[in-house]
T-cell receptor, first 111, second 113 residues
Framework: TQLLEQSPQFLSIQEGENLTVYCNSS?????LQWYRQEPGEGPVLLVT?????EVKKLKRLTFQFGDARKDSSLHITAAQPGDTGLYLC???????????FGGGTRVLVKP | DAGVIQSPRHEVTEMGQEVTLRCKPI?????LFWYRQTMMRGLELLIY????????DSGMPEDRFSAKMPNASFSTLKIQPSEPRDSAVYFC???????????FGEGSRLTVL
């Protein structure tokens, strides 16, 4: 079983600050996804990265896949209270079907 | 188009009782996943199906848990007998392609007293 470790587990920042969440594994993934989950709801996909070294931007969110496809990061610029939530990374094995989630990073952006 | 539909949204039961959770995936999706989420263990994959066939059930905790997918539009997760440590939010998710987006239902919150 591939293990995905996320850090930090919890992050509390003021509106306007930047933050970075990390997702690390000793295993190689064929693809990696980031999801955000709000209380009482299921996770919702933010992005999928498949190529080592790939960088994707989604408005104020920047996602990076490590060159070796073992790690990823999510950077949020000028965080807003609406960014509050549980951020989850999920890695797919070579076969692509089985998706394993990291433990999550709970982000709180205070106004 | 309707999303993934799960029922019940909330279930409170007593230890030893049978619990059945239900899921209707998005029409046209070929893969269905059951996850369990707790504060301590996060989001754990229990089992997933491709084209109604169980592919990997290594995450199913023990024999008390069973899952079926009799057709492309319905799946169940059954716990018999239930125990307090089974208390969690159970999510069903479906996907059309791999490594495509996983669409989650709103979850079934189970409390076993």
């Amino acid at each position: 079983t591939q293990l995905l470790e996320q850090s930090p587990q919890f992050l509390s920042i003021q509106e306007g600050e930047n933050l970075t969440v990390y997702c690390n594994s000793s295993s190689v993934f064929s693809s990696l996804q980031w999801y955000r989950q709000e209380p009482g709801e299921g996770p919702v996909l933010l992005v999928t990265v498949v190529t080592g070294g790939e960088v994707k931007k989604l408005k104020r969110l920047t996602f990076q896949f490590g060159d070796a496809r073992k790690d990823s990061s999510l950077h949020i610029t000028a965080a807003q209270p609406g960014d509050t939530g549980l951020y989850l990374c999920a890695g797919a094995e070579a076969a692509g079907n089985k998706l394993t989630f990291g433990g999550g990073t709970r982000v709180l952006v205070k106004p | 188009d309707a999303g993934v539909i799960q029922s019940p949204r909330h279930e409170v039961t007593e230890m030893g009782q049978e619990v059945t959770l239900r899921c209707k995936p998005i029409s046209g999706h070929n893969s269905l996943f059951w996850y369990r989420q707790t504060m301590m263990r996060g989001l754990e994959l229990l089992i997933y199906f491709n084209n109604n066939v169980p592919i990997d059930d290594s995450g199913m905790p023990e024999d008390r848990f069973s899952a079926k997918m009799p057709n492309a539009s319905f799946s169940t997760l059954k716990i018999q007998p239930s125990e307090p440590r089974d208390s969690a939010v159970y999510f069903c998710a479906s996907r059309k392609t791999s490594p495509g987006e996983l669409f989650f239902g709103e979850g079934s919150r189970l409390t076993v007293l």
